[in-house]
């Protein structure tokens, strides 16, 4: 009887007091931060539930992603063992690995952690010279590009490019990676200055656009080099420094001719032109200005023509030429015509308006002040009809 | 102040059961003449640990209740008695938990139990309110040897504890120490493993990473992964405890050498000599590693220097400052350190004087 009991015993009552068991219903029962906690403290890996705690702190949603917290757990014990051994390499690839995993928009501060950790692990790294240290500042200078925060963005970069200077290190696609350096830098001083040029300070603005305009030009890549030399050139007319502008702007036409990029040899024929006519130099602006038109034309680019035609039509009104700048106005208007914007349609107009009016008021005073019977015929007729006879034998 | 009494002369079914050990007594206490004992040595031992401080206050509590004619003087007296219940229980534990820190704790015991069974008659059997008692008296009982009435213990705390969902975590948090140091002392090492990395969760979630509760926990696992024999886990923990307690004892002698105030009130003394105690051990562990690291030895010296500069003991101070001072000659780097303990024996050697 006692023995029945005995072997049954096993079934009827629940063995309370089998840790494996506690544990195992304990697994269950709390939540899964702890269990993970406990997991990496019960391995030995203090740091790691340091680091770990810290982050679920600031991190309120972490129930609901079980396998982030399971790959920050793994990640997280694989960095720890490293670092005990040493090798600042492998715990950098873990944190670089931690930080790639973390790609939706909500997890950008985790990435941004990572990345920062990586950073410092690369730096107790000496074997490799640098190389993964440098990785890490461009790194970390991409993602205070992408936030926003150009300043610290600038100083990562800065000392990536110092670091990769004279160095023949690759990145995983075969780009150098003082190329990038270059490219990076040149776009957060090109973002710079135009922060700075909407606040109106010029001469720190033009300062930036030189040194974008160095970056692009260490790059060896001409298409980033020309687009900086037209925003210094830009910025160069805008303080009224026309002989600088034009040098720049001659740069980036010669790199558009090479590469026979039209569109953007247009818009260099058309700010050489403003910055000579601004000097004083009206003819050789109106050569450019055709060659812009042209240009335009033969790419079918109507906006550009339009605006090569206006702007032509306007010099040839101030040197009193009313006769051509009506026929340029004309063509403008027609453009116009088949554009969508309804206020470049009415500038146009107003154009085309002053120029045929200004051209025609000479003649028409002429045969006032003549005021014989035929001339009055023509004014009337004209009043009448709107033909212009104005210019006929008088 | 004790006299025989004869079970037999009892009323029936009226048991008289001895305090400590629930035999039937033989002997009565005459002060309050509600208490048993035994024999004499439980009232000797009873006596010393809580009755004395108590004796009068269960005089009033036992005394039967006067004649009020209205039921508000009824109900002030019924409540006037509950406060003095509890009142009990406050003193019961106090000198239980004064008894367990000193470590005498078989006077621990007889004041523990005072504390279960007055919280017991107030509360029920189950409620978390009874937790810490079973805490003590598993404390007491594993410090005395017998395991498996800590055991007996330890499950009644842990099922008042799982009955209770929405229970404090620093209650979770000395259940698992308590839970932890049973199984490191049974020899289960896994499980004590288990319990302490519960503890340290649980008293991070309160105390925040960086405290001394939590660090207390780090150096008890410490202590386990050793006997594990995985020495290299047990020496990085040790160096962030010690790490911890230098930076920790560094903030509390600047703010005496800032202040100027006597450093009476950091540490009580039990605490100093627990953390003396840790704070040795580390430093024999590090002495004895393959690889003895000099500034780790150094920090550790100069952490016990302050920590008796902080309690007083100014000639203890100025030997391990002495000894620090050494260490850190081997070492290039660490002048902060060599600065501060250059002040140290300026103070130490002053206040000999």
Same mark, same amino acid.
């Given at each position: 009887m006692s023995s029945v009991v005995a072997r049954n015993s096993r079934t009827l009552f629940p063995d309370i007091y089998n840790p494996q068991k506690q544990r195992r219903t304990s697994t269950f029962r709390k939540p899964l931060r702890q269990n993970i906690c406990t997991g990496l403290l019960c391995a030995g890996f203090h740091r790691s539930f340091a680091q770990l705690f810290a982050l679920l702190q600031r991190w309120e949603e972490a129930e609901a992603h079980p396998h982030k917290l399971e790959t920050l757990q793994s990640f997280l014990a694989r960095a720890e063992t490293a670092e005990r051994a040493g090798q600042y390499g492998e715990v950098y690839e873990n944190h670089l690995c931690l930080a790639r995993f973390f790609t939706e928009s909500e997890d950008e501060w985790l990435k941004h952690h990572f990345f920062q950790l990586a950073l410092q692990s690369a730096r107790k790294l000496k074997i490799d010279s640098g190389k993964r240290e440098a990785e890490a500042n461009l790194h970390i200078g991409q993602i205070y590009f992408v936030k926003g925060q150009l300043e610290l963005a600038q100083e990562h970069y800065e000392e990536f490019y110092h670091? *990769?200077?004279?160095?023949?290190?690759?990145?995983?696609?075969?780009?150098?990676?003082?190329?990038?350096?270059?490219?990076?830098?040149?776009?957060?001083?090109?973002?710079?200055?135009?922060?700075?040029?909407?606040?109106?300070?010029?001469?720190?603005?033009?300062?930036?656009?030189?040194?974008?305009?160095?970056?692009?030009?260490?790059?060896?890549?001409?298409?980033?080099?020309?687009?900086?030399?037209?925003?210094?050139?830009?910025?160069?007319?805008?303080?009224?420094?026309? *002989?600088?502008?034009?040098?720049?702007?001659?740069?980036?036409?010669?790199?558009?001719?090479?590469?026979?990029?039209?569109?953007?040899?247009?818009?260099?024929?058309?700010?050489?032109?403003?910055?000579?006519?601004?000097?004083?130099?009206?003819?050789?602006?109106?050569?450019?200005?055709?060659?812009?038109?042209?240009?335009?034309?033969?790419?079918?680019?109507?906006?550009?023509?339009?605006?090569?035609?206006?702007?032509?039509?306007?010099?040839?009104?101030?040197?009193?030429?009313?006769?051509?700048?009506?026929?340029?106005?004309?063509?403008?208007?027609?453009?116009?015509?088949?554009?969508?914007?309804?206020?470049?349609?009415?500038?146009?107009?107003?154009?085309?308006?002053?120029?045929?009016?200004?051209?025609?008021?000479?003649?028409?005073?002429?045969?006032?002040?003549?005021?014989?019977?035929?001339?009055?015929?023509?004014?009337?007729?004209?009043?009448?009809?709107?033909?212009?006879?104005?210019?006929?034998?008088? | 102040m004790s006299s025989t009494i004869n079970p037999l002369a009892n009323p029936k079914g009226v048991k008289t059961l001895c305090e400590l050990c629930q035999k039937p007594a033989k002997l009565q206490c005459t002060n309050c003449r509600v208490t048993y004992y035994c024999n004499p040595d439980h009232q000797q031992t009873d006596w010393t640990s809580i009755h004395e401080k108590v004796c009068p206050l269960l005089v009033s509590i036992h005394s039967p209740p006067p004649l009020h004619t209205l039921q508000a003087d009824r109900e002030r007296h019924h409540r006037e008695t509950l406060k003095k219940q509890e009142q009990l229980i406050e003193i019961a534990h106090l000198e239980a938990q004064k008894w367990v820190s000193k470590k005498s704790f078989h006077h621990a015991i007889p004041a523990a139990l005072l504390f279960l069974r007055w919280a017991m008659r107030l509360y029920g059997s189950h409620p978390v309110k009874l937790v810490p008692a079973y805490l003590l008296l598993a404390q007491a009982n594993i410090g005395l040897d017998s395991m498996s009435q800590a055991r007996e213990y330890l499950t009644k705390a842990e099922w008042a504890v799982m009955n209770t969902p929405d229970c404090n975590p620093t209650v979770h948090h000395q259940l698992h120490r308590s839970l932890g140091r049973l199984h490191a002392a049974t020899g289960k090492y896994s499980s004590a493993l288990f319990h302490f990395s519960n503890d340290v969760y649980y008293a991070?979630?309160?105390?925040?990473?960086?405290?001394?509760?939590?660090?207390?926990?780090?150096?008890?696992?410490?202590?386990?992964?050793?006997?594990?024999?995985?020495?290299?886990?047990?020496?990085?923990?040790?160096?962030?405890?010690?790490?911890? &307690?230098?930076?920790?004892?560094?903030?509390?002698?600047?703010?005496?050498?800032?202040?100027?105030?006597?450093?009476?009130?950091?540490?009580?003394?039990?605490?100093?000599?627990?953390?003396?105690?840790?704070?040795?051990?580390?430093?024999?562990?590090?002495?004895?590693?393959?690889?003895?690291?000099?500034?780790?030895?150094?920090?550790?010296?100069?952490?016990?220097?302050?920590? &008796?500069?902080?309690?007083?003991?100014?000639?203890?101070?100025?030997?391990?400052?002495?000894?620090?001072?050494?260490?850190?000659?081997?070492?290039?780097?660490?002048?902060?350190?060599? !600065?501060?303990?250059?002040?140290?024996?300026?103070?130490? !050697?002053?206040?000999?004087?």
């Open positions: 670091m *990769t200077l004279g160095r023949e290190w690759q990145d995983t696609s075969g780009r150098s990676h003082h190329e990038c350096s270059c490219e990076e830098l040149g776009r957060v001083y090109t973002l710079l200055a135009e922060r700075l040029l909407q606040k109106q300070d010029c001469e720190l603005s033009i300062k930036m656009l030189t040194k974008a305009y160095e970056m692009a030009k260490e790059s060896g890549d001409s298409g980033p080099k020309g687009k900086a030399a037209y925003r210094l050139g830009l910025a160069y007319q805008s303080i009224g420094d026309h *002989t600088t502008a034009k040098q720049f702007l001659g740069v980036y036409k010669d790199i558009s001719t090479a590469r026979e990029d039209m569109d953007n040899l247009g818009r260099a024929y058309g700010a050489i032109a403003k910055s000579l006519e601004s000097s004083g130099k009206q003819t050789e602006a109106v050569q450019y200005l055709e060659k812009f038109a042209e240009i335009s034309m033969s790419n079918k680019q109507d906006r550009n023509l339009e605006k090569a035609y206006t702007y032509l039509g306007s010099i040839l009104n101030s040197r009193v030429q009313y006769d051509e700048s009506y026929v340029y106005f004309k063509h403008a208007y027609e453009i116009a015509c088949n554009m969508a914007s309804v206020s470049r349609l009415q500038k146009a107009q107003v154009r085309v308006g002053t120029s045929h009016a200004l051209s025609m008021l000479q003649a028409y005073y002429k045969h006032i002040e003549i005021s014989r019977r035929h001339s009055i015929q023509k004014i009337i007729m004209w009043k009448e009809k709107r033909q212009d006879n104005f210019i006929e034998a008088m | 991070s979630e309160v105390f925040g990473l960086d405290s001394i509760v939590t660090f207390g926990g780090y150096f008890l696992m410490a202590e386990v992964f050793l006997k594990q024999n995985k020495p290299d886990v047990t020496r990085s923990l040790y160096t962030e405890v010690a790490c911890f &307690w230098h930076t920790h004892l560094c903030k509390l002698m600047e703010g005496i050498s800032q202040s100027g105030i006597q450093a009476e009130d950091c540490f009580g003394d039990a605490q100093c000599v627990e953390v003396d105690q840790m704070l040795r051990c580390i430093l024999e562990f590090e002495e004895q590693y393959q690889k003895p690291r000099s500034d780790q030895s150094a920090l550790l010296v100069h952490s016990l220097a302050m920590l &008796w500069l902080l309690c007083n003991n100014y000639t203890k101070a100025l030997e391990y400052g002495k000894k620090a001072e050494v260490l850190i000659q081997g070492s290039s780097e660490q002048n902060s350190m060599r !600065e501060s303990i250059q002040n140290l024996l300026h103070y130490a !050697e002053k206040h000999l004087q």
